[in-house]
Every structure is written in C-alpha cells, then in structure tokens.
C-alpha cells in the first residue's frame, strides 16, 4: 500500500481492534462523532479526530517507519486519546493543549514501549495510550485549567457489595444492549448503536474479527453480572470493553483460527474481567480510570508464553499488521 495520507489516517481507528482498513476506520470515526454529538459531547466529536490527525502526522514528521503509517499505526493510540480526555476533563484551552500534547506522544511512546515489548515478542497494544493518559489526567488534581469532571474522588480502597438478583435485563432489547454498550465503551462510548456500528465496520474487513469482539464483550458484562458486579458498571458496558478486545486479540488476531486458539481466547476474556476488577480497585485512590489497562495486562499475559495452537505457526507477538497484511485492504 502506498502512503495515501487520507487512507493511511482512517486506518488509525480500526487499528484500536487490529483492522488495517480505511472504511472500517472511517465507520468507527463516524459512528463515534455521530454518537458524541447526539449526546450533546460536541467536544469528543472534536477531539477524536483531532488526536487521530495529530498522533498521525507526528510519525510523519519523526519519520517513523512508513509501513506502520500506511497502515494506521501511528494515529490508533491518538484517537483514543482524543476520545479519552475530553470524555474526562471538561472544555478549555488547556485541555485542547492536553489533547495534542498527548495524542503526539503516544506516537513515540508505542515506539519505545515496543522496543522493550521485542525482546519478549509482544506487543505495546494499546498501553502507550493508556500510559500517557493516565498521566496528564493525574495532573488534572494539581492544574486548576484542568477540571477534570469525569475523574472520579479519588478514595481508600473498599469492599463493594451489589445485589446481583437485580442486574437481570429486564426486556431482552435490554440484554442485547449491555454487550453492545460495552463494544462501544472500547473509544469510551455508552451507546449501543455505536457498539452495533463498531461491529458492522469491523465485518465489511474481518467477520472473525467482529464476532470475537461480541464474543469477548458478552462474556466479560454477563460474567460480571453473574460475578455481581456493579449495575451502573454492567449495564453501561464497563465490563465489556476490555474483555472484547482480548477475546478478539487472541481469537482473531495473534493466533491461527483454530480449537486451541479459540479456548485460550474465551479463557482470556474471562481472566480479563477479573483483571478489569482488580485494576479499578487500585486506582481508586488516585480516582483514575482503568481505561484499556486490564486488556493490555492480561493479552500480555497469554501472550508471553509464545504458545502456538497451529502446526508450523512461529510464535512472534511483536507486530500484528505484518501478520495481517494479506488481509487488509489494497484500495482503502
């Protein structure tokens, strides 16, 4: 693929759950403008794009290598930032700045953090996003131009108890959306056509793909409903997002389609939604949120073992789009 400027940005969004396509990509951006603005959040239909075009042309100008570029790799981390601060820190200039701050760095972070990630054989995912977030949101309690509205108290760590005999969906259209919301929580989304668009764009490029991400965000909000788990959290997808992004890196991504891969994919999700538990109750005192972290720990975790569920398959986690390139798009 040539480094068409357009089609290499698009790719950006769709690299969040390992597609190298510009319609994918374009759907997901479109689909989550579309939901930002129908909800009154103008300022994330704002910031998405502008992380995705900032964290894209920074590899531009670093250099970086231009295969990465033509297939969205230096703006899916930037995107999510976009989505990410103006989720949690309200409208100013200096949240703006935040954004194009953060969004360029993440761009040299994943080169870095993959740098570390190659001598193991795995990969940075979507951590350089999480990492520098993390931080300029934390910065957030100390710099009054950054009200960080969405952030939680921060508190002591404690013992939660919910009643589960009340997180039964009431009608089944309810019970359809929770995993939905939580396809969608995946660029910080509550909306369950937003979800349902994520899934439609993830099948025009990979149908595998879109059926693992579904899989991995049903297991992850029904397990946390039946581990009794938080309403709001379950019913508003924050159980889900996580595992489906595992289910869908190591059902579709990472390992050949096969029995072996497929139990280690549902047996990741599972594990994820222990993980996503574990990682809100540590960043309770800082009142941070867990954002994409209990799918990063997690998909390393299955991953470092470089276990291989085909004949002939090298194990090797450090990159996936090279993996993938016979299957992404020659003309998107």
């Known amino acids: 693929m040539k480094h068409n400027f357009f089609l290499s940005t698009l790719r950006g969004p769709a690299q969040v759950i390992f597609q190298a396509n510009a319609l994918t990509g374009a759907l997901i ?7 930002a603005i129908a909800s009154g959040k103008w300022e994330i239909a704002v910031g998405a794009p502008l992380g995705l075009l900032v964290s894209h042309l920074t590899g531009l ?6 295969d990465e570029g033509v297939a969205g790799l230096w703006g899916f981390n930037g995107f999510l930032v976009g989505c990410a601060v103006p989720t949690f820190v309200a409208p100013s200039t200096l949240m703006w700045i935040v954004v194009v701050l953060c969004s360029a760095m993440t761009t040299w972070v994943r080169v870095g953090l993959n740098l570390v990630g190659a001598a193991h054989k795995v990969n940075s995912l979507t951590f350089p996003f999480v990492l520098c977030t993390w931080l300029f949101l934390a910065s957030s309690r100390l710099l ?7 952030l939680s108290h921060p508190m002591l760590p404690a013992i939660h108890h919910f009643d589960s005999s009340a997180l039964l969906p009431s009608t089944l259209l309810e019970a359809i959306e929770w995993p939905l919301r939580g396809v969608a929580q995946i660029m910080l989304s509550d909306s369950a056509v937003v979800g349902l668009t994520i899934l439609i764009a993830l099948a025009i490029n990979s149908p595998r793909a879109s059926l693992w991400t579904l899989v991995g965000s049903v297991i992850g909000t029904y397990g946390a409903m039946l581990a009794g788990g938080s309403q709001v959290a379950v019913e508003s997808g924050l ?22 891969s497929a139990i280690w994919a549902i047996l990741g999700a599972i594990v994820t939604l222990f993980v996503q538990a574990a990682t809100n109750l540590l960043l309770e005192p800082l009142g941070l949120p867990a954002l994409t972290a209990p799918f990063c720990i997690t998909t390393w975790l299955f991953l470092l073992p470089l276990l291989s ?3 002939n398959h090298k194990a090797d986690h450090s990159s996936w789009h090279k993996a993938k390139s016979s299957t992404a798009d020659s003309n998107n």
Not at 29 to 35: D, E, F, S
Not at 61 to 66: G, V
Not at 239 to 260: H, I, N, Q, R
């Open 29 to 35: 951006l479109l689909g989550i403008c579309a939901g």
């Open 61 to 66: 100008l670093l250099r970086l290598p231009k």
């Open 144 to 150: 009054d131009g950054m009200d960080g509205v969405g």
């Open 239 to 260: 159980y889900g997002y996580s595992p489906a992004l595992t289910a869908v890196a190591l059902g579709a991504v990472f390992y050949p389609s096969s029995v072996g």
């Open 309 to 311: 569920f085909a004949p």
